[in-house]
Antibody, heavy 120, light 106 residues
Framework: VQLVQSETEVKKPGDSLKISCKGSGYSFTRYWIGWVRQIPGKGLEWMGIIYPGDSDTRFSPSFQGQVTLSADRSINTAYLQWRSLKASDTAIYYC??????????????WGQGTLVTVSS | EIVMTQSPATLSVSPGERATLSCRASQSVSSNLAWYQQKPGQAPRLLIYGASTRATGIPARFSGSGSGTEFTLTIISLQAEDFAVYYCQQYNNWYTFGQGTKLEIK
């Protein structure tokens, strides 16, 4: 199992951005993919999840309306997107694979992270 | 939102010794508790899930215990590669992480 994320991004406030996470080594459409934010030197925050099989999405209240999640099943890739970046979006963003049963899932595989820097 | 509180913030232990890290939930999460290890410049790695089940490839010196609101991660015979930041996470009601415990060499 591998999750490979897109490279570091440097953007200005107000810019749009879409970062990616490509899964391999497993059936991409059968596992939820999540996104986790880590502000440098700080802890981990769950942002949202998407099921690539049908693009069902769920969000943390803290991130609802702030970002968009999508997935392209044809290329086993999930995306995290912003319409208008703010300086406070500066962070490392990790994609994760969720594994488990019923309603209980852990983050069993992590991408390498994408550093997003937003500065004027 | 379920709040996860880890203690201590920093733990100094000598190699070869035992480390005990604590995690408390603001309400019961049953056994839906995971531990992750993060080394500098790396992504976190799943260590323990279901409060006490080691993830694939995790050495037996790592063990987890607890249920409800109180949880513990124990690492015996600390190796050099174990010094890192450890996060607990509840997945009983969506997902929230503790603030982390930094395990440093004494």
């Amino acid at each position: 199992v591998q999750l490979v994320q897109s490279e570091t991004e440097v953007k200005k406030p107000g810019d749009s951005l879409k970062i990616s996470c490509k899964g391999s080594g497993y059936s991409f459409t059968r596992y939820w993919i999540g996104w986790v934010r880590q502000i440098p030197g700080k802890g981990l925050e769950w942002m949202g999840i998407i099921y690539p099989g049908d693009s069902d999405t769920r969000f943390s209240p803290s991130f609802q309306g702030q970002v968009t999640l999508s997935a392209d099943r044809s290329i086993n890739t999930a995306y995290l997107q912003w319409r208008s970046l703010k300086a406070s979006d500066t962070a490392i963003y990790y994609c994760v694979r969720l594994s488990g049963s019923g309603s209980f899932f852990v983050f069993d595989y992590w991408g390498q992270g994408t550093l997003v820097t937003v500065s004027s | 939102e379920i709040v996860m509180t880890q203690s201590p913030a920093t733990l100094s232990v000598s190699p070869g010794e035992r480390a005990t890290l604590s995690c408390r939930a603001s309400q019961s999460v049953s056994s839906n508790l995971a531990w992750y290890q993060q080394k500098p410049g790396q992504a976190p790695r799943l260590l323990i899930y279901g409060a006490s089940t080691r993830a694939t490839g995790i050495p037996a010196r790592f063990s987890g215990s607890g249920s409800g609101t109180e949880f513990t991660l124990t690492i015996i015979s600390l190796q050099a590669e174990d010094f890192a930041v450890y996060y607990c996470q509840q997945y009983n009601n969506w997902y929230t992480f503790g603030q982390g415990t930094k395990l440093e060499i004494k």
